[in-house]
């Protein structure tokens, strides 16, 4: 029996999403070896239109993560190095007294880009981590009263060093839960850190890594993972999750409605790179840690017994009954 063309052209976008992140994600493993992983997280932030943290300790790869998911992309690229004496007005922008024209004039910070990467976040004062609020949830830049608009695709990759590391300041919580999801670096393999010494050593791969999709592209795949079907059954369990975590004892912060969005979105765009066009539990349980984690503060009692937030999503995640979806 032939296929609907509706069928059919849902097919074929979902075709093209597989094919065109799996040349992205190629491109990004021709420079960050042994974390396929991590760059698949990186591809499911990007498809559900999130934000994406990178937190680790210094040398493990996440400013290059960074900049290969930029460089894979053609579009509008910007890099903010974060400092303590970086202010709000040069990342979002400054207006600027014209002599010619007698009138002020907006000069635009850097976060007017698709994809804005900022080094080590929280090396930056509160105050300045705090000029990315609006930017990142209403894609849009308030400046003496006036609002600009930010291009679409918008998405910032920001990097941030450990919190017991010198000279950083922990995220507030507003700032972390416009984070879609935290992911960790960690050491590679023995066998990548050796072919690592090969490929780097000789020469750097960033500059030898050419765009392998466009801006267009980008907003047809975020459109093929908006229209993803998700069930009522998994809407629901995606709630019991998040609402678990507001009444687990072992945390004294748990998730924001916000999380709840976050997660089905990622699990919308995880079931698309799996090439799949509706999204099953098993998405929601892959997601849940780095989705949810770095917006859980635990209780005294959790802290000591050392019990972290990935520990504690992990059990909820087992707890929590999963719906049949038959």
Do not use: W
Not at 59 to 77: E, F, H, N, Q, Y
Not at 78 to 86: A, G, H, N
Not at 108 to 128: H, L, Q
């Amino acid at each position: 029996m032939a296929a609907t063309p509706d069928v059919t052209d849902a097919e074929t976008r979902l075709e093209d999403l597989v094919d065109t992140a799996r040349r992205i994600r190629d491109a990004i493993e021709s420079v960050i070896e042994g974390k396929s992983d991590v760059v698949r997280l990186t591809l499911t932030v990007l498809l559900a239109e999130g934000h994406l943290l990178i937190e680790d300790v210094p040398g493990v790869g996440k400013t290059m993560l960074a900049k290969a998911l930029a460089r894979s992309i053609d579009c509008p690229v910007k890099r903010v190095q974060f400092t303590p004496d970086l202010l709000p007005s040069d990342i979002t922008g400054v207006s600027a007294y014209n002599q010619q024209s007698r009138e002020f004039e907006f000069k635009p910070g850097p976060v007017f880009a698709n994809i804005v990467v900022g080094d080590e976040i929280n090396r930056a004062s509160p105050k300045t981590q705090s000029a990315l609020l609006e930017c990142m949830e209403e894609h849009q830049v308030t400046v003496d009263g006036v609002t600009y608009r930010l291009e679409s695709p918008f998405m910032v990759i920001a990097t941030q060093n450990p919190i017991e590391m010198e000279g950083t300041y922990p995220l507030p919580e507003a700032q972390r839960d416009r984070f879609t999801a935290r992911i960790a670096m960690g050491y590679p393999e023995a066998a990548a850190e050796l072919e690592m010494l090969d490929v780097h050593g000789a020469s750097q791969p960033l500059d030898k890594l050419d765009p392998v999709a466009t801006t267009a592209q980008v907003h047809a795949l975020i459109s093929a993972v908006r229209a993803v079907y998700v069930s009522q059954p998994v809407k629901r369990y995606a709630v019991d999750l998040v609402a678990a975590t507001r009444s687990s004892p072992d945390l004294r912060l748990g998730a924001s409605p916000r999380a709840t969005l976050h997660l089905v979105r990622c699990a919308r765009a995880h079931a698309a790179l799996s090439g799949r066009d509706y999204v099953i539990p098993d998405d929601l349980q892959d997601l849940a840690v780095p989705v949810l984690a770095h917006r859980l503060l635990p209780s005294m009692e959790a802290q000591g017994q050392r019990r972290h937030p990935e520990q504690v999503i992990t059990e909820l995640v087992r707890r929590v009954p999963v719906p049949d979806t038959r």
